[in-house]
């Protein structure tokens, strides 16, 4: 009996691998907005006086991607966003990959990010009673994000 071709599975519970100069690590989560668009909304009136509109893409918003890890003794996100706070935009600047990965660990996106700086650093407040990982969450701004596409 044949076997028919599988299509492309999803990946579920992936691994990322984050490489900056500024920011290595194991990511457990990755969140992306890469292309959003402000919208402009003209009104007119028809010729028969009804109201209608057309909605139009107006500029695009500036990529944002959301980094999540459990919490360790590496303080790079934290170096990293103290630059911009003390005004070192430019130096905080910098370009990076995202790598996803399948379960055995080889990459199966990248994602290329120019110009990133981190506009947000988070740290949960540790509660003595949890029983949990503690997670901290990079948000990084970027002038360019796009994944890799292999022909």
Known sequence: MATRPRPHEPLTSPRFIVDFPKLKGVFSEVSASAAEFETITYKFT???GRPGNYILPGTMKPPEITLKRGVTSDASAWEW???VQEGKVA???CNGVIHL???D??????FRVENAWPKKVT???P???ANEVLVEEIVLVCEH?????KR
């Open 127 to 129: 509660k003595s009673t």
């Open 91 to 93: 130096e905080a600047r």
């Open 81 to 83: 966003g103290l630059e």
């Open 101 to 103: 990965c399948d379960y």
């Open 46 to 48: 028809d010729q028969r």
């Open 123 to 125: 740290m949960p407040g």
């Open 145 to 149: 994000f796009e994944r890799e596409v």
């Open 105 to 110: 660990g080889s990459h199966v996106a990248t």
